[in-house]
């Protein structure tokens, strides 16, 4: 674990009741060393001339508090030193004090932030001459600032303070992980209406990651109910930080009553790498908070921030494109899928960096896109008229993208016209200029165009109508509110579509339910779980099989009347 640049700080433990998280709490801001005897402490002190604090308990094996702080001050007298007590040494204290051999004394049991405050006074009475008064309200402001009075843990500014002094990870120096945590329960309101219930459940997994993560470079509270771990993992590798969170996620799991109400508490957690060309905190944090924030929409499965896997890492699903007027086989869309071994397929939200930069999604793209060309014989062979792909608008945008895109055709001696690009309905936060020109370069090519999730942004039909595209793809999420709006966002769509002679597909359907609403207002192009789900290629043939036979559909499932 890398050492903190601040003041070395020397820990004599004797006492077995002195909370672990003490360590975890000192070892982001300061050097620390541990010992747990007399002899220890003395042997660490010849060893670091730099020793600015002694810490130290009034018992302990061999030497009690006294007889080691009168040792300590003879080897060195320029550190500052602060004693521990229990009420009954207060006589033999108070003669230490008397001697000069104190700089301050704390009595058990005392709360974290005075601990904090007295080793900063310490290292202010060491490193100047200032007055007394001034210095205690230097140290108490910056410890206040660094930690959270309720958890013990590093506050936003501590974290924040702990990740600028990594610096990043040098040239073969192992680079940081941040787990950022946000505690949730069940009844999903019982934290955001309770105060005093949300601070006992924070409490609560303040004492279990201590635990956990006794050796972590910093444990911190992020926001109201947010906690992180940053630390130097083991195992850098995407599996084994995806296996480390989903040990915080157990540990931090658990059944509680809160008031009246039992209640269920876990963590959504969200990972983040640290790298040489990724050392701004608060972009750190940021990307975060993205990632966490993507794991609580979805679910318990960890989502990892970091720099693009390997190729032989990822692979091609495709997931059909129905007409259930005809019941036929439309198109199939490829998708990106990192092949985890324990959670299997994980789509790109999850480890793709964020924010969603040209040159982090850029290699993902590229190989996609080779991928695509590569496997597009045996998809056709399958039954499919054509094959889509979601590439994102700044992909398309990149000037070299379509010489690229050429290329990959003629590698692979394909037809344009059988390729589909899907683009997201961001794409009219781009000049529309530049975008209808890209646009109808791919159309020449005799590319299709089509709008994904249209709807969710910012993109209008009357917007789509200045473009050369070919189909909209309504989002999902119009499926699923279909009682709250959803009807009626995809039935104008279905119109409003067909008059400027653009297909439409709806994507979202996830029961028979699903199905038999959305084709009530006229959809034939669907898409979603309960027709297919995702498969790699080898799995493809398969189903297209079972599916001519009307086997492929839940209960077989009629498609058409």
């Known amino acids: 674990m890398a050492e903190s640049k ?18 975890a709490q000192l070892r982001f801001r300061y050097k620390l060393s541990i010992a ?79 601990l904090m405050v007295a080793i900063e006074f310490a290292l202010e009475q060491r490193s100047s001459e200032m007055q007394v008064g001034s210095a205690i309200r230097r140290a108490f402001v910056r410890t206040v600032a660094a930690f959270d009075r ?55 997994i303040a004492h279990r990651i201590t635990e956990l993560r006794p050796q972590a470079l910093c444990l911190a509270r992020w926001g109201l109910l947010g906690v992180a771990v940053l630390e130097i993992p083991p195992d850098p590798t995407p599996d084994a930080l995806i296996a480390r969170a989903q040990e915080l996620i157990e540990g931090l799991t658990f059944s509680c009553k809160l008031g009246k109400t039992a209640a269920f508490v876990d963590v959504s957690v969200g990972i983040v790498t640290m790298g040489a060309q990724m050392s701004n905190a608060r972009i750190i944090m940021g990307n975060a908070e993205l990632a966490e924030g993507s794991a609580r929409a979805t679910s318990r499965v960890p989502i990892l921030c970091m720099k693009p896997l390997p190729p032989d890492r990822l692979e ?15 198109a199939v869309e490829a998708l990106v899928r990192w092949s985890h071994p324990h959670y299997g397929p994980i789509a790109p939200g999850t480890f793709i960096p964020a924010p969603r930069s040209a040159s982090s999604i850029a290699p993902f793209g590229e ?66 200029d530049l975008v209808r020109s890209m646009l109808t370069d791919l159309r020449r090519l005799g590319i299709r165009t089509t709008i994904d999730d249209f709807g969710r942004g910012c993109a209008s039909l009357g917007y789509l109508s200045q473009l050369p595209v070919s189909v909209v793809k309504t989002d999902a999420s119009f499926v699923r509110d279909f009682d709250c709006g959803g009807e009626a966002v995809i039935a104008a769509t279905l119109s409003m579509a067909a008059r400027l002679g653009l297909e439409t597909i709806v994507e979202g359907i996830e029961t028979a339910a699903m199905l038999e609403r959305v084709r009530g207002v006229g959809a034939t192009l669907l898409q979603g779980f309960w027709l297919a789900r995702p498969m790699p290629v080898t799995a493809l043939g398969g189903w297209c099989e079972q599916f001519r036979k009307g086997m492929a559909l839940p209960m077989g499932a009629p498609l058409h009347h």
Do not use: K
Request: charged content about 20%; proline content about 5%.
């Open 6 to 23: 601040g003041p070395r700080i020397l820990i004599v433990n004797g006492d077995p009741e002195l909370p672990d998280r003490l360590q």
């Open 36 to 114: 747990s005897s007399a002899a220890r402490g003395l042997e660490y002190l010849g060893q670091h001339a730099d020793t600015a604090v002694i810490v130290s308990t009034m018992r302990m094996p061999a030497l009690d508090g006294i007889g080691f702080l009168a040792a300590a001050r003879a080897r060195r007298p320029d550190a500052r030193r602060i004693l521990i007590c229990d009420d009954s040494d207060l006589s033999a204290t108070v003669a230490a004090i008397e001697d000069g051999q104190l700089c301050r004394l704390l009595l058990q049991p005392f709360d974290m932030t005075v």
């Open 150 to 204: 309720l958890t013990g843990l590093a506050s936003r500014r501590g974290l924040i303070e702990a990740i600028e002094s990594c610096g990043g990870g040098a040239d073969g120096v192992q680079a940081p992980a941040i787990f950022l945590m946000q505690v949730r329960s069940s009844p999903a309101d019982v934290l955001q209406t309770d105060l005093a219930a949300a601070e006992r459940v924070l409490m609560e």
């Open 316 to 330: 091609l699903h495709y997931q059909p494109i129905i007409d259930v007027r005809r019941g036929t086989l439309h």
């Open 367 to 432: 190989w996609a896109l080779q991928r695509m060309c590569t496997e597009a014989g045996a998809v056709l062979d399958c039954g499919f008229p054509t094959i889509a792909i979601n590439l994102s608008m700044m992909q398309v945008l990149d000037p070299c993208f379509l010489y690229g895109f050429r290329a990959a055709l003629d590698e692979a001696s394909l037809s344009p016209s059988i390729l589909g690009i899907e683009i997201a309905d961001s794409l009219c936060a781009y000049d529309l």
